[in-house]
Nanobody, 123 residues
Framework: QMQLVESGGGLVQAGGSLRLSCAAS????????MGWFRQAPGKEREFVAA????????YYSDSVKGRFTISRDNAKSTVYLQMNTLKPEDTAVYYC????????????????WGQGTQVTVSA
């Protein structure tokens, strides 16, 4: 089992920035591709960003491309999501996830999920 614990969520004004972190334990972190997803109230969970096991490849949803940046530190077993120019429509619970196959993450598939961290963007 892999445990994933997100942190860094909070309340921010539109146009502001937040950085989310997700700390992994229990499995060899560098064996897994990592992703971020989000779920807004009344909506289905949606893919946000993914990063390959070594960090060489990234993939973003169109809604966040150019504003969000995913990165990872394998020495710290942590994946990050830097969110800039936040909009009220970015308000959601953000989840990190892990999968051994990179392109399964944009398809919404993951072997492991975190519990989520709330991000609220006020207008």
């Amino acid at each position: 089992q892999m445990q994933l614990v997100e942190s860094g969520g909070g309340l921010v004004q539109a146009g502001g920035s937040l950085r989310l972190s997700c700390a992994a334990s229990g499995r060899t972190f560098s064996n897994y591709n990592m992703g971020w997803f989000r779920q807004a109230p009344g909506k289905e969970r949606e893919f946000v960003a993914a990063i390959s096991w070594a960090g060489g490849s990234t993939y973003y949803s169109d809604s966040v491309k150019g504003r969000f940046t995913i990165s990872r530190d394998n020495a710290k077993s942590t994946v990050y999501l830097q969110m800039n120019t936040l909009k009220p429509e970015d308000t959601a619970v953000y989840y990190c996830a892990a999968h051994p196959i990179f392109m399964n993450l944009p398809r919404g598939e993951a072997d492991y999920w975190g519990q989520g961290t709330q991000v609220t963007v006020s207008a």
